[in-house]
T-cell receptor, first 112, second 115 residues
């Protein structure tokens, strides 16, 4: 059974640039959620995808967008990067809308 | 106002010294309370789900309990490998956004167990 994998693991961008983060969900899971975790904080919900449709969104601006593909993998796109976007971005997969999430190891984004 | 509050922020124990971590919540329509463990530089790892007051779950040296307003994670005779940040999260009907019942996490308790 393959777990949740995320890429890239680390990246550095400058303000105003755009970034795409990728996530492969665990085998058999049809739901992907994205969370942002700032240093010393708990993860914050960005959005969730279920069967390729956005299924709920947290308090993040529209420059945060995403996709889910037929194989249930997912992308998180962030446009017009700001310094405050520096964080660990976590992808989690699950079967349905359960709170029992399986997280990847995250993508550490630094915005300079 | 924080909907999920964890205390203490940090806890340092000697190996074998039992203690408890607290998670209090103020949401309505609780669907579930979840405990996760997070090692440095890693994603959270699911530990327990609790659904109703009075429920208890155990796994090795960890035991989670739930009341109507808070949950405790009891650690019995901890070992250095139990050192991690423990995160509490709630899922509630009052937190529904779109079709999803998102998890709201606390800031975590950083546990250090010294040998």
């Amino acid at each position: 059974e393959t777990g949740v994998t995320q890429s890239p693991t680390h990246l550095i961008k400058t303000r105003g640039q755009q970034v795409t983060l990728r996530c492969s969900s665990q085998s058999g899971h049809n739901t992907v959620s994205w969370y942002q975790q700032a240093l010393g904080q708990g993860p914050q919900f960005i959005f969730q995808y279920y069967r390729e449709e956005e299924n709920g969104r947290g308090n993040f601006p529209p420059r945060f967008s995403g996709l889910q593909f037929p194989n249930y993998s997912s992308e998180l796109n962030v446009n017009a990067l700001e310094l405050d976007d520096s964080a660990l971005y976590l992808c989690a997969s699950s079967w349905g809308r359960t709170g029992e999430l399986f997280f990847g190891e995250g993508s550490r984004l630094t915005v300079l | 106002e924080d909907q999920v509050t964890q205390s203490p922020e940090a806890l340092r124990l000697q190996e074998g010294e039992s203690s408890s971590l607290n998670c209090s919540y103020t949401v309505s329509g609780l669907r579930g309370l979840f405990w996760y463990r997070q090692d440095p530089g890693k994603g959270p790892e699911f530990l327990f789900t609790l659904y109703s007051a009075g429920e208890e779950k155990e796994k090795e040296r960890l035991k989670a309990t739930l009341t109507k307003k808070e949950s405790f994670l009891h650690i019995t005779a901890p070992k250095p490998e139990d050192s991690a940040t423990y995160l509490c999260a709630v899922q509630a009907s009052g937190l529904t956004q779109g079709g999803s019942e998102k998890l709201v996490f606390g800031k975590g308790t950083k546990l250090t167990v010294n040998p």
